[in-house]
Protein backbone atom coordinates (compact mmCIF):
# COMPACT_ATOMS: atom_id res chain seq x y z
CA UNK A 1 0.00 0.00 0.00
CA UNK A 2 1.12 3.67 -0.56
CA UNK A 3 0.17 7.03 0.84
CA UNK A 4 -0.97 9.98 -0.90
CA UNK A 5 -1.15 13.23 1.34
CA UNK A 6 -2.48 16.11 -0.48
CA UNK A 7 -1.83 20.05 0.44
CA UNK A 8 -2.47 23.65 -0.57
CA UNK A 9 -5.81 23.90 -0.66
CA UNK A 10 -7.52 27.41 0.72
CA UNK A 11 -10.24 29.76 0.21
CA UNK A 12 -9.13 32.84 -2.35
CA UNK A 13 -11.10 34.65 -4.66
CA UNK A 14 -11.64 34.51 -8.46
CA UNK A 15 -8.65 35.16 -10.53
CA UNK A 16 -6.37 34.40 -7.98
CA UNK A 17 -4.07 31.52 -7.61
CA UNK A 18 -3.24 27.98 -5.58
CA UNK A 19 -0.32 25.12 -5.81
CA UNK A 20 -1.68 21.93 -4.25
CA UNK A 21 1.01 19.21 -3.68
CA UNK A 22 0.48 15.46 -3.46
CA UNK A 23 2.99 13.89 -1.78
CA UNK A 24 3.03 9.73 -2.38
CA UNK A 25 5.08 6.94 0.47
CA UNK A 26 5.82 3.84 -0.19
CA UNK A 27 6.12 1.27 -2.76
CA UNK A 28 4.86 3.51 -5.98
CA UNK A 29 5.25 1.18 -8.46
CA UNK A 30 2.81 3.69 -10.54
CA UNK A 31 2.21 4.60 -14.11
CA UNK A 32 0.47 8.05 -13.41
CA UNK A 33 -0.60 10.64 -10.95
CA UNK A 34 -4.21 11.79 -11.43
CA UNK A 35 -6.25 14.97 -10.19
CA UNK A 36 -9.89 14.73 -9.75
CA UNK A 37 -12.54 17.20 -7.87
CA UNK A 38 -16.39 16.78 -6.43
CA UNK A 39 -17.90 19.33 -5.93
CA UNK A 40 -21.13 19.22 -2.98
CA UNK A 41 -23.76 16.97 -4.08
CA UNK A 42 -21.18 16.88 -7.68
CA UNK A 43 -19.86 13.63 -9.12
CA UNK A 44 -16.13 13.51 -8.98
CA UNK A 45 -14.21 14.44 -12.13
CA UNK A 46 -11.19 14.15 -13.69
CA UNK A 47 -8.57 17.46 -13.55
CA UNK A 48 -5.24 16.59 -14.75
CA UNK A 49 -2.95 13.36 -15.11
CA UNK A 50 0.54 12.99 -15.43
CA UNK A 51 3.01 9.86 -16.05
CA UNK A 52 6.32 9.59 -13.83
CA UNK A 53 8.65 10.95 -16.52
CA UNK A 54 6.55 13.69 -16.50
CA UNK A 55 6.57 13.61 -20.69
CA UNK A 56 2.92 13.67 -20.69
CA UNK A 57 -0.09 15.27 -19.54
CA UNK A 58 -3.72 15.29 -19.80
CA UNK A 59 -6.57 18.29 -18.77
CA UNK A 60 -10.25 18.45 -18.47
CA UNK A 61 -11.30 21.10 -20.60
CA UNK A 62 -12.72 23.12 -17.96
CA UNK A 63 -9.19 23.84 -16.68
CA UNK A 64 -7.15 23.77 -19.96
CA UNK A 65 -4.65 26.61 -19.78
CA UNK A 66 -5.14 27.36 -16.32
CA UNK A 67 -4.10 24.54 -14.63
CA UNK A 68 -0.53 22.91 -14.73
CA UNK A 69 0.43 19.52 -13.29
CA UNK A 70 3.99 18.44 -13.25
CA UNK A 71 6.09 16.37 -11.49
CA UNK A 72 9.20 17.07 -9.14
CA UNK A 73 11.99 15.18 -10.62
CA UNK A 74 13.10 12.09 -8.97
CA UNK A 75 10.72 12.78 -6.38
CA UNK A 76 7.29 11.19 -5.72
CA UNK A 77 5.58 14.42 -5.66
CA UNK A 78 2.98 15.78 -8.17
CA UNK A 79 1.68 19.58 -8.40
CA UNK A 80 -1.45 20.81 -9.48
CA UNK A 81 -0.47 24.65 -10.47
CA UNK A 82 -4.21 26.77 -10.52
CA UNK A 83 -4.07 30.04 -11.84
CA UNK A 84 -7.21 31.96 -13.13
CA UNK A 85 -9.56 30.52 -10.78
CA UNK A 86 -13.40 30.60 -11.09
CA UNK A 87 -15.69 29.94 -8.15
CA UNK A 88 -16.59 26.39 -10.44
CA UNK A 89 -13.60 25.31 -9.32
CA UNK A 90 -14.77 25.30 -5.53
CA UNK A 91 -14.41 21.43 -4.66
CA UNK A 92 -12.43 18.91 -2.78
CA UNK A 93 -9.69 17.97 -4.97
CA UNK A 94 -8.01 14.39 -4.58
CA UNK A 95 -4.79 13.19 -6.11
CA UNK A 96 -4.56 9.24 -6.68
CA UNK A 97 -2.32 6.79 -8.49
CA UNK A 98 -3.08 4.41 -11.67
CA UNK A 99 -1.03 1.48 -12.77
CA UNK A 100 -1.97 2.99 -16.62
CA UNK A 101 -2.81 6.09 -18.36
CA UNK A 102 -6.53 7.24 -18.00
CA UNK A 103 -9.20 9.55 -17.12
CA UNK A 104 -11.49 7.51 -15.10
CA UNK A 105 -11.50 7.31 -11.70
CA UNK A 106 -12.23 3.72 -11.45
CA UNK A 107 -8.83 3.06 -13.14
CA UNK A 108 -6.62 4.60 -9.82
CA UNK A 109 -6.26 2.59 -7.09
CA UNK A 110 -5.06 4.79 -4.45
CA UNK A 111 -6.12 8.18 -3.22
CA UNK A 112 -5.42 10.83 -0.74
CA UNK A 113 -7.87 12.40 1.63
CA UNK A 114 -8.21 15.49 -0.31
CA UNK A 115 -7.88 19.19 0.46
CA UNK A 116 -10.40 21.70 0.02
CA UNK A 117 -10.60 24.95 -2.45
CA UNK A 118 -13.20 27.73 -2.23
CA UNK A 119 -13.29 30.34 -5.01
CA UNK A 120 -15.60 33.25 -4.03
CA UNK A 121 -16.63 35.67 -6.70
Known amino acids: QVQLVESGGGLVQAGDSLRLTCAAS???????MGWFRQGTGKEREFVAA????????SYADSVKGRFTVSRENGKNTVYLQMDSLKPEDTAKYYC???????????????WGQGTQVTVSS
Open 50 to 57: INWSGGST
Open 26 to 32: GRIGSYA
Open 96 to 110: ALSDRWSIKASMYTD
